[in-house]
């Protein structure tokens, strides 16, 4: 029995399968012929990668913000916000005992050496 052959799908699937292989040959044949082509001069272009590159920048075109997709940006937007914000009043508060004199310098976690 050869290992290539499957028998237990469908003849459409199979045939899909077939094409499949077929088609990967031939993008790699063709590849390899443009690879080593000794009179090659500029670099070589991948279709593949070209066409996703495109799709790319078609699919910015084709953004529509709504709301299900502005909600996760702004609760990441607020949550930095938030977090900026909790940050800066503890400071300013550690700052404004250490500037009145509440906390003496002994005292204090951090200090210049």
């Known amino acids: 029995m050869s290992g290539r052959k499957t028998y237990d799908i469908a ?5 899909v399968k077939e094409w499949r292989a077929a088609r990967r ?3 790699r044949n063709e590849y390899m012929r443009e690879l ?3 009179k090659r001069t500029e670099p070589l272009l991948d279709t593949g990668i070209l066409r996703f590159v495109s799709t790319r920048a078609q699919l910015e075109k084709l953004y529509t913000p709504t709301v299900r997709n502005v909600i996760p940006f702004f609760l990441i937007i607020g949550l930095m916000w938030g977090t900026a914000e909790v ?4 400071r300013a508060k550690r700052e404004h005992l250490y500037q009145t004199g509440q906390i003496s310098y002994a ?7």
Do not use: A, M, S
């Open 11 to 15: 003849p459409e699937e199979r045939e």
């Open 87 to 90: 940050l800066n009043r503890r």
């Open 107 to 113: 005292d204090r976690v951090y200090k210049y050496k």
């Open 25 to 27: 040959l031939e993008l």
């Open 36 to 38: 080593y082509d000794p």
